[in-house]
């Protein structure tokens, strides 16, 4: 069982605009930087954002995040059919040790 | 531009030994600014950590998994490697080799995967 918590599935239709949230602890998100990825099917994953709210160079702002306390929040607007793909969240925990955490991941739909 | 790529067995047996090699390009392994990992994912399933290596050889392991695990750097290469051992059905996963930013943890670059499957 995943130490960050994920909702298994959202979906949303074309141009529509979704969430994905992220909850944590103190040890994990509410003392540590968050970041998101998208994993398409046969693909590697791929960063969307690194230290809780910043876009790698190539990523559209369609994509944005932001943490509060101990949950994070993925938001993604202008739904296409090519963001149908799983979304992860992850940090370190402090707690256990420096440990690269994951979470469940979020399997998102586009109707 | 950084580009990494997995490779080694797609087929083990149980109870042998996992080894996958990364090969790196566009960076030197031996940048002190990264960190070099692997992660993997059980089909149907989430991430998981498996473990990283600094171009010194410092590692860090996931500590579910760290008595079976060894890392290594060959920095005149530029790649890394990872050995698993004693494997299971359970190691049965696709595996990424991915470059880590310690400081604000993330993995920013990965490599496309390979499906490593433990038979019996």
């Known amino acids: 069982q995943a130490v960050l918590t994920q909702p298994p599935s959202v979906s949303a239709a074309p141009g529509q605009k979704v969430t994905i949230s992220c909850s944590g602890s103190?040890?994990?998100?509410?003392?540590?930087?968050v970041s998101w990825y998208q994993h398409l099917p046969e693909a590697a994953p791929k960063l969307l954002i690194y230290?809780?709210?910043k876009r790698p160079s190539g990523i559209p702002d369609r994509f944005s995040a932001s943490k509060s306390g101990t949950s994070a929040t993925l938001g993604i607007t202008g739904l296409q059919p090519g963001d149908e793909a799983d979304y992860f969240c992850?940090?370190?925990?402090?707690?256990?040790?420096?440990?690269?955490?994951f979470g469940g991941g979020t399997k998102l739909t586009v109707l | 531009q950084v580009q990494l790529q997995e490779s080694g067995p797609r087929l083990v047996k149980s109870s042998q030994t996992l080894s996958l090699t990364c090969t790196v390009s566009?960076?030197?392994?031996?940048?002190?600014?990264?960190?070099w990992s692997w992660v993997r994912r059980h089909p149907g399933k989430g991430l998981e950590y498996i473990a990283y290596?600094?171009?010194?050889?410092?590692?860090y392991f996931n500590p579910s998994l760290q008595s079976r695990v060894t890392m290594s750097v060959d920095t005149s290469m530029n790649e890394f490697s990872l050995r698993l051992t004693s494997v299971t059905a359970a190691d049965t996963a696709i595996y990424y080799c991915?470059?880590?930013?310690?400081?604000?943890?993330?993995?920013?670059?990965w490599g496309q995967g390979t499906l490593v499957t433990v038979s019996s």
């Open positions: 230290d809780n709210d």
């Open positions: 991915a470059r880590f930013v310690w400081s604000r943890p993330h993995f920013d670059f």
């Open positions: 566009g960076v030197s392994v031996n940048s002190g600014a990264y960190y």
């Open positions: 290596i600094f171009f010194n050889g410092d590692t």
């Open positions: 992850g940090t370190r925990d402090s707690g256990l040790g420096g440990l690269v955490i």
């Open positions: 103190a040890s994990n998100v509410g003392s540590n930087a």
